[in-house]
């Protein structure tokens, strides 16, 4: 089993541009999340997703969209990046609501924002 | 406001030394209290406290929780070089699945 896998592991974007990372778990999990993690602050959740084809925002979405097309994807988009968003980002899943304390976590994206 | 307090933020000790992270809370609605552990990159799952007084232990690392005084302790024994990382106590708060993170403890093992 790899886990939660991230794509990509670092990325360097000019201010106004786009892109998505993608999330992939092998685990069959219900629940995936996405974090950031920025210096001085706790992990922060952008957006999760309770099942296949579900979405709900989490505590910081502004800037963000996903998308849970598969069980086994999560993917994170950035339509217009803002330095603010540079940071690193962390998915994760949990096997259902009732265990979701117990989150696997992929190895993380490092996103900079020029 | 729900928060969490971790200290110290920062540890160094010699292997071989016993270590007691700290965390205090302020919740509305606990329902219970994680611990993970953050290497260099993704953080993993420790424990999940939800009752008061009953020690939560696996190997070397054991863990307790104070509902009462609103806290909880993660101890290391026999510290080793591959304990270094960053501790992070978790809430979990309300029924709308929110997570609330601390800042971390970042421990330090020298050999």
């Known amino acids: 089993n790899a886990g939660v896998t991230q794509t990509p592991k670092f990325r360097v974007l000019k201010t106004g541009q786009s892109m998505t990372l993608l999330c992939a778990q092998d685990m069959n999990h219900e629940y995936m999340y996405w974090y950031r993690q920025d210096p001085g602050m706790g992990l922060r959740l952008i957006h999760y997703s309770v099942g296949e084809g579900t979405t709900a925002k989490g505590e910081v979405p502004d800037g963000y969209n996903v998308s849970r097309l598969k069980k086994q994807n999560f993917l994170l988009g950035l339509e217009s990046a803002a330095p603010s968003q540079t940071s690193v980002y962390f998915c994760a899943s949990s096997l259902s609501g009732q265990s979701y304390n117990e989150q696997f976590f992929g190895p993380g994206t490092r996103l900079t924002v020029l | 406001e729900d928060k969490v307090v971790q200290s110290p933020l920062s540890l160094v000790v010699h292997e071989g030394d016993t270590v007691t992270l700290n965390c205090s809370y302020e919740?509305?609605?606990?329902?219970?209290l994680l611990w993970y552990k953050q290497e260099k990159k993704a953080p993993t799952f420790l424990f999940m406290l939800t009752s008061s007084g009953i020690e939560k232990k696996s190997g070397r690392l054991s863990s307790i929780l104070d509902k009462k005084e609103l806290f909880s302790i993660l101890n290391i024994t026999a510290t080793q070089t591959g304990d270094s990382a960053i501790y992070l106590c978790?809430?979990?708060?309300?029924?709308?699945?929110?997570?609330?993170w601390g800042l971390g403890t970042s421990l330090a093992v020298n050999p």
């Open positions: 919740v509305t609605n606990f329902r219970s």
């Open positions: 978790v809430m979990n708060a309300g029924n709308n699945r929110k997570l609330i």
